[in-house]
């Protein structure tokens, strides 16, 4: 196995090892856990299945992450490149595949970048008022977006960035600093309360949710287990800047992921220990959560506060911000890493693959600022819809590590690792069955605008990835056809599942107004409708709604085929392109310059290629003929090379003259080669006769003479095609004495 430890000095403008173990472990469980695991995983995980429930699934979860760990390891321990699972992908299963988990996990570690950085404002509305309230704008889903909430996003980004571009390493230290702040924090909250939880009338019952079955609520923290943990293996994309050996890896993974789930455990207990007068029990506080304002709204707190006063509340509050400060610096450096791999590889602008003088990717950071730079306006409202595509994504990213880790064991013969590959891609194809099609297993777990928004994604990668192959002069995109029909299927498949969601909807409000109708609840201008026209109006609804999503979806599905059809004439015309390319260079390569017949090298893969027919009985007749041109040293030190030039195109013209219809190679400076087949085979004695008698009678006149000696194949004893050049080349020399006595006893 690979254990690879940068020592010595780096090669200037790559990425420098610099990352200890405590800041791997720091980065992992930094950008695993972040602000929802105060603010949202708390309700979040008791509304699905209560405490136990809750902790049972995260310990499962747990299990299943380790599982995923060992084959993040097992594959960033072979390919310990920067990028990450980007990198494992492109050796593992080429360059389209790895374009389409990079498209995918851009999306996912910028989401995490944006939820994070847009929840400053909600923390300040919870904890310190109006303060950044001012300037309203406008607002987008019922959410208000203000001026001042903007600069505060935008402010954390820029100082985030600032912090990450001018020092690697104090960005590191801060990690470890925050992390540890927010794991005191939580600890010391959680302990106190416990503690003193036991001298109330407050009861963790019910254990589970009343009114679903037990195995179901763990089933539904177990599945979202991908979104808790997305982000721990962050750290293989800095595999170029490790200070320790690979082999530690997977122990920092496997404390991570503990540490992450030891997080979401405590602040989960930490909910239920004390909830507010005139709740009867944990279960009916977070059923009432939209009824309470501040930090009664947040169950961590009240707790925390109840059991600490103030002091607890601000020690939440320090760990929330470190929360999102430790996400924030987590996700910005796996995306530059991310971007500095494939800019290397031509999917971005190579400019993202340069490295600062303090060999940090600045100008990739730059680029995850400038994508950032809008989000503070879009509203937290879409922001979450955008969070909900990290379960689906993480989903998919460690489906890919997981098949990337069987075929590497499965082609090394490793067991365990076949092993953990094979199940965590089976377990992780049962999790995107899960999630994708929740009306089948679950309660829906997605929003419906999250399936528009991974359409559009996917319908962008199909756009994007045609200017990758424009741009690919290497032709390493376009040869696997699984990514379009990878796109296609998710931008039908999502069209679909939103197609049902919506008639889902329309239904619905149609049953719901149908009720009130009968039972004298309907609007004023509904109510005052005939019966026979208020259903032919609610009809009409249904109608023109399944017209619409009808129209949507197949416009949808028009457009990624034709996104599909316009990247393979794409791709048809770069191939034609490179394979005349590739002729022209071919021709060249094959063409000898001087005389125009083929090259040296030609005559190499001829001599391979005769060989091999040799070897396999398929060769048939054939003879070879070996010239070489007499007296071109005496030309070129007395006439000069370019007089030695022209006699050697002479030479080749008498040559070609009488070898019509033989392909003639020139292998030396003054040497030929003919292979004789088909008619001049038949006539070859003819031939060198008559070529013979002519050479014979350019002796001392001036014009070429040339030695040739042939010979035939024969299939008893000629193993190589080299065996019969041998004997054509003795024949040579033998003639080349003859001419020289008959040239001297001319010149007698």
């Given at each position: 196995m690979?254990?690879?430890?940068h020592?010595?000095?780096?090669?200037?403008?790559?990425?420098?090892?610099y990352?200890s173990?405590?800041?791997a472990?720091?980065?992992?469980?930094?950008?695993?856990v972040?602000?929802?695991a105060?603010v949202?995983?708390?309700s979040?995980?008791?509304s699905?299945?209560?405490?136990?429930?809750?902790?049972?699934?995260?310990?499962?979860?747990?299990?299943?992450?380790?599982l995923?760990?060992?084959n993040?390891?097992?594959?960033?321990s072979r390919y310990p490149d920067?990028?990450g699972?980007?990198?494992?992908?492109?050796n593992v299963?080429g360059?389209?595949?790895?374009?389409?988990?990079f498209w995918?996990?851009?999306?996912?570690?910028l989401s995490m970048?944006w939820?994070?950085a847009t929840?400053?404002?909600?923390?300040a509305?919870?904890f310190?008022?109006?303060?950044?309230?001012?300037g309203?704008l406008?607002t987008?889903?019922?959410y208000?977006?203000?001026?001042?909430?903007?600069?505060l996003?935008?402010?954390?980004?820029?100082?985030?960035?600032?912090?990450?571009?001018?020092s690697?390493r104090?960005?590191?230290?801060?990690?470890?600093?925050?992390?540890l702040?927010?794991?005191?924090g939580?600890?010391?909250c959680?302990?106190?309360?416990l503690?003193?939880?036991?001298g109330?009338?407050?009861?963790f019952?019910?254990?589970?949710l009343?009114d679903?079955?037990?195995f179901?609520?763990i089933?539904?923290?177990?599945?979202?287990?991908?979104?808790?943990f997305i982000?721990?293996?962050?750290i293989t994309?800095s595999?170029?800047?490790?200070?320790?050996?690979h082999?530690?890896?997977?122990r920092i993974?496997?404390?991570?992921?503990?540490?992450?789930?030891v997080?979401?455990?405590?602040?989960?207990?930490?909910?239920?220990?004390?909830y507010?007068?005139g709740c009867?029990?944990?279960?009916?506080?977070?059923s009432?959560?939209?009824?309470?304002d501040?930090?009664?709204?947040?169950?961590?707190?009240?707790?925390a506060?109840h059991?600490l006063?103030?002091a607890?509340?601000y020690l939440?509050?320090?760990?929330?911000l470190a929360?999102?400060?430790?996400s924030?610096?987590?996700?910005?450096?796996?995306?530059?890493r991310l971007?500095?791999?494939v800019?290397?590889?031509g999917?971005?602008?190579s400019?993202?693959s340069?490295?600062?003088?303090?060999?940090?990717p600045?100008?990739?950071?730059?680029?995850?600022?400038l994508?950032s730079?809008?989000?503070?306006?879009?509203g937290?409202?879409?922001i979450g819809?955008?969070?909900?595509?990290?379960?689906i994504g993480?989903?998919?990213l460690?489906g890919f590590?997981?098949?990337?880790?069987?075929k590497?064991?499965r082609?090394e013969?490793?067991?365990?690792?076949t092993?953990?590959g094979?199940a965590g891609?089976?377990?992780?194809?049962?999790?995107a069955?899960?999630l994708?099609?929740?009306?089948?297993?679950?309660?829906?777990?997605l929003?419906t605008?999250?399936?528009?928004l991974?359409?559009v994604?996917s319908i962008?990668g199909f756009f994007?990835?045609r200017r990758i192959?424009?741009?690919d002069?290497?032709?390493?995109?376009?040869?696997a056809?699984?990514?379009?029909?990878?796109?296609?299927a998710?931008?039908?498949?999502?069209?679909?599942i939103?197609?049902?969601?919506?008639e889902?909807?329309?239904?619905?409000?149609?049953?719901?107004?149908?009720s009130?109708?009968?039972h004298?609840?309907?609007?004023p201008?509904?109510?005052?409708l005939?019966?026979?026209?208020f259903?032919?109006?609610?009809?009409?609804?249904?109608k023109?709604?399944?017209?619409?999503?009808?129209l949507i979806?197949?416009?949808?599905?028009?457009?990624a085929?034709?996104?599909m059809?316009?990247?393979h004439l794409?791709?048809?015309?770069y191939e034609?392109?490179?394979?005349?390319?590739?002729d022209?260079?071919?021709e060249?390569a094959y063409?000898?310059?001087l005389?125009?017949?083929k090259s040296k090298h030609?005559?190499?893969e001829e001599?391979?290629?005769?060989?091999?027919?040799?070897y396999?009985?398929?060769a048939?007749?054939?003879?070879?003929?070996?010239c070489?041109?007499?007296?071109l040293?005496?030309i070129?030190?007395?006439?000069?090379?370019k007089?030695g030039d022209?006699?050697?195109?002479?030479?080749?013209?008498m040559?070609?003259?009488?070898?019509?219809?033989s392909?003639v190679?020139r292998?030396?400076?003054?040497?030929?080669?003919?292979?004789?087949r088909?008619?001049?085979?038949e006539h070859r004695?003819e031939?060198?006769e008559?070529i013979?008698?002519q050479?014979e009678?350019?002796?001392n006149?001036?014009n070429?003479?040339?030695s040739l000696?042939m010979?035939?194949?024969d299939?008893?004893?000629?193993n190589?095609?080299?065996?019969v050049?041998?004997?054509?080349?003795?024949?040579?020399?033998?003639?080349?004495q003859?001419l020289k006595?008959?040239?001297?006893?001319?010149?007698?």
């Amino acid at each position: 196995m690979t254990n690879k430890k940068h020592t010595g000095s780096a090669v200037p403008g790559s990425l420098t090892p610099y990352l200890s173990e405590r800041a791997a472990w720091a980065l992992s469980v930094g950008t695993s856990v972040g602000w929802g695991a105060l603010v949202v995983t708390s309700s979040g995980f008791l509304s699905a299945a209560g405490p136990a429930g809750s902790l049972i699934g995260l310990l499962i979860g747990m299990g299943l992450m380790l599982l995923i760990a060992r084959n993040y390891f097992f594959t960033a321990s072979r390919y310990p490149d920067a990028g990450g699972l980007y990198s494992i992908t492109k050796n593992v299963f080429g360059y389209d595949r790895a374009f389409l988990v990079f498209w995918f996990m851009s999306l996912v570690y910028l989401s995490m970048f944006w939820a994070n950085a847009t929840s400053l404002p909600l923390f300040a509305r919870y904890f310190i008022g109006n303060t950044f309230r001012f300037g309203y704008l406008y607002t987008v889903f019922g959410y208000e977006i203000y001026l001042g909430e903007v600069l505060l996003t935008l402010a954390a980004i820029l100082l985030v960035a600032l912090l990450c571009i001018r020092s690697k390493r104090a960005a590191a230290h801060v990690m470890v600093i925050l992390v540890l702040l927010l794991l005191i924090g939580i600890a010391v909250c959680f302990f106190i309360a416990l503690a003193g939880h036991g001298g109330t009338d407050m009861t963790f019952t019910p254990a589970f949710l009343p009114d679903k079955g037990s195995f179901s609520q763990i089933l539904r923290i177990v599945f979202i287990s991908p979104w808790a943990f997305i982000g721990f293996e962050n750290i293989t994309h800095s595999a170029e800047e490790y200070k320790f050996g690979h082999s530690k890896l997977f122990r920092i993974l496997v404390i991570s992921v503990i540490t992450s789930t030891v997080i979401y455990m405590m602040v989960t207990l930490l909910s239920v220990t004390a909830y507010p007068a005139g709740c009867s029990s944990w279960l009916d506080y977070i059923s009432r959560l939209d009824q309470f304002d501040g930090i009664e709204g947040l169950p961590a707190f009240y707790a925390a506060h109840h059991y600490l006063g103030d002091a607890g509340v601000y020690l939440l509050m320090a760990s929330l911000l470190a929360l999102v400060a430790t996400s924030l610096i987590g996700n910005l450096r796996a995306l530059s890493r991310l971007f500095y791999s494939v800019s290397r590889d031509g999917i971005l602008s190579s400019r993202y693959s340069r490295l600062s003088r303090r060999n940090i990717p600045a100008n990739a950071m730059w680029l995850v600022v400038l994508f950032s730079l809008p989000i503070p306006f879009i509203g937290r409202t879409a922001i979450g819809w955008i969070v909900d595509i990290t379960t689906i994504g993480a989903t998919l990213l460690y489906g890919f590590v997981s098949a990337a880790a069987y075929k590497i064991a499965r082609k090394e013969g490793v067991r365990r690792e076949t092993v953990t590959g094979l199940a965590g891609f089976l377990i992780m194809l049962v999790f995107a069955v899960y999630l994708l099609f929740p009306n089948l297993f679950s309660d829906d777990m997605l929003a419906t605008e999250t399936y528009i928004l991974l359409i559009v994604w996917s319908i962008i990668g199909f756009f994007y990835f045609r200017r990758i192959i424009a741009r690919d002069h290497a032709r390493h995109f376009g040869k696997a056809i699984i990514v379009w029909i990878a796109l296609v299927a998710v931008i039908v498949l999502m069209a679909l599942i939103w197609s049902s969601r919506t008639e889902e909807g329309v239904m619905s409000d149609a049953v719901r107004a149908v009720s009130d109708y009968y039972h004298g609840a309907a609007e004023p201008a509904a109510a005052a409708l005939s019966e026979e026209t208020f259903i032919a109006q609610q009809l009409a609804r249904l109608k023109t709604s399944n017209q619409l999503t009808t129209l949507i979806v197949a416009g949808l599905f028009g457009l990624a085929l034709a996104a599909m059809l316009i990247n393979h004439l794409s791709l048809r015309k770069y191939e034609a392109e490179t394979v005349k390319e590739r002729d022209k260079a071919r021709e060249v390569a094959y063409k000898d310059s001087l005389t125009g017949v083929k090259s040296k090298h030609a005559y190499v893969e001829e001599e391979q290629a005769i060989s091999e027919q040799i070897y396999s009985g398929e060769a048939g007749e054939f003879a070879v003929v070996v010239c070489d041109v007499n007296g071109l040293k005496h030309i070129n030190d007395t006439l000069g090379h370019k007089a030695g030039d022209a006699y050697i195109r002479s030479a080749c013209e008498m040559i070609c003259e009488y070898y019509k219809h033989s392909p003639v190679f020139r292998i030396g400076g003054d040497e030929f080669a003919i292979i004789l087949r088909g008619q001049d085979y038949e006539h070859r004695h003819e031939i060198l006769e008559a070529i013979n008698r002519q050479i014979e009678q350019h002796l001392n006149t001036g014009n070429v003479v040339a030695s040739l000696g042939m010979a035939d194949f024969d299939p008893e004893t000629d193993n190589t095609f080299h065996a019969v050049f041998s004997r054509a080349d003795g024949l040579m020399y033998e003639r080349k004495q003859e001419l020289k006595r008959m040239g001297a006893i001319t010149r007698d």
